[in-house]
């Protein structure tokens, strides 16, 4: 992608809680011998880095109510704005998005930046590469009435042909019923991945759950898994071991947050 956008200024965002119901202290959790948020920080780092110059302003701002990971950042060499969780934000059922509209208004209040874009990193996502970060951006900005895009990977299985559900009669039925009879005439399929999200401003703005219009950035098939109980910790670990020797775009993020602290 060629494409540069000097007007861009970009606000990037981690918004990590305390608590977790699923795996205790996730976000603070040691990841392959460092913490999560180094990972994290090291692709905001070569992230800007690299592409800085063909932007306008980059921060990042954290936004959370642990004093762990905020020590943890600390430590860390990355430059970051912290934001308080208010205790409103704080319950497990409080939309992420609300999260990051709070944290965009406190970052233009303490920058008297405007931010043209919000790109949202999820802590718990360590495999990404600034590839991905650069296409999730761009996928927003070439297409003029997106207003988020957000990082995917294709689906394993499919709502059209061999996912199923239990209907009204107590059996199970294919979630979509459709009248597909192989797995390739069904339209193709993504599982977001939750890694990366970038915000249109209007948008992350909005006090409301309104519609959007929504474009995609497709990340490798088998990057990330969802952190839902230690097994999973554990077999994400392995995964990173195996990313960061093959490929070199994953290795360079283990590097960069190798050499943070």
């Not at 990972?39 to 932007?55: I, M, P, S, V």
């Not at 306008?56 to 936004?63: Q, R, T, Y």
């Not at 020590?71 to 912290?82: A, N, P, V």
């Not at 790109?119 to 996928?139: A, F, H, K, Q, Y």
Request: hydrophobic content about 35%; aromatic content about 10%.
């Amino acid at each position: 992608m060629n494409r540069l956008n000097r007007e861009n200024n970009i606000l990037f965002t981690v918004c990590a809680r305390a608590g977790s119901k699923g795996v205790k202290g996730k976000n603070t959790k040691i990841f392959c011998g460092r913490p999560l948020a180094a990972y994290t920080a090291a692709a905001y780092e070569l992230f800007r880095q690299r592409f800085g110059a063909a932007y306008g302003d980059i921060v990042l701002a954290v936004n959370t109510d642990s004093e762990l990971l905020r020590q943890q950042m600390d430590g860390l060499l990355t430059r970051y704005l912290y934001i308080t969780r208010t205790e409103e934000l704080a319950g497990d059922v409080v939309s992420k998005k609300d999260v990051i509209r709070d944290t965009l208004i406190k970052c233009e209040q303490q920058t008297n930046i405007t931010y043209d874009t919000v790109i949202d990193l999820d802590l718990t996502s360590p495999l990404r590469t600034v590839e991905d970060i650069r296409g999730t951006l761009e996928m927003l900005w070439q297409n003029a009435d997106a207003d988020i895009a957000y990082s995917v990977t294709p689906s394993r299985r499919s709502p059209y042909f061999n996912m199923v559900a239990k209907g009204e009669d107590g059996y199970y039925h294919t979630v979509t019923q459709t009248g597909f009879t192989t797995r390739q005439q069904c339209p193709a399929c993504y599982d977001m991945n939750a890694s990366i999200y970038a915000y249109r401003r209007s948008y992350a703005l909005a006090e409301r759950v309104m519609p959007r219009r929504e474009v995609v950035w497709q990340m490798k098939d088998t990057g990330i898994l969802d952190i839902d109980s230690e097994e999973d910790f554990e077999l994400m670990e392995v995964l990173a071991g195996y990313f960061y020797q093959k490929y070199p775009a994953y290795g360079e993020i283990e590097a960069m947050a190798a050499g943070s602290r």
